[in-house]
Nanobody, 126 residues
């Protein structure tokens, strides 16, 4: 089992940057593929990006491709989301998620993830 705690959210102007972190408990972090999702008010939770256990493969939603970067440090039990060129439509609660998947490909479906953090608010002002 793994517990996830996100941090790094906040208020930023359009065009700005933020880096989110997700710290995982336990000694088996490298056994989990990780993902970031977001949920805006009145909308479904949507896929943002994901990364395999080794960090060798990543996947991005079209809406964030070229602006967001996911990375992980297995020695620090942490996954990161670097967000650049932020837009007002990026405003949402951002969640990290974990799945004990050994797949060579990152997962997009939220149903593939069994562990979730509590979320961190990101607000982008225009």
């Amino acid at each position: 089992q793994v517990q996830l705690v996100e941090s790094g959210g906040g208020l930023v102007q359009a065009g700005g940057s933020l880096r989110l972190s997700c710290a995982a408990s336990g000694r088996t972090f490298s056994s989990y593929a990780m993902g970031w999702f977001r949920q805006a008010p009145g909308k479904e939770r949507e896929f943002v990006t994901s990364i395999t256990r080794s960090g060798g493969m990543t996947d991005y939603a079209d809406s964030v491709k070229g602006r967001f970067t996911i990375s992980r440090d297995n020695a620090k039990n942490t996954v990161y989301l670097q967000m650049n060129s932020l837009k007002p439509e990026d405003t949402a609660v951002y969640y990290c998620a974990a799945t004990p998947s050994s797949s060579n490909y990152p997962h997009r479906s939220r149903y593939a993830y069994g562990y979730w953090g509590q979320g961190t608010q990101v607000t982008v002002s225009s």
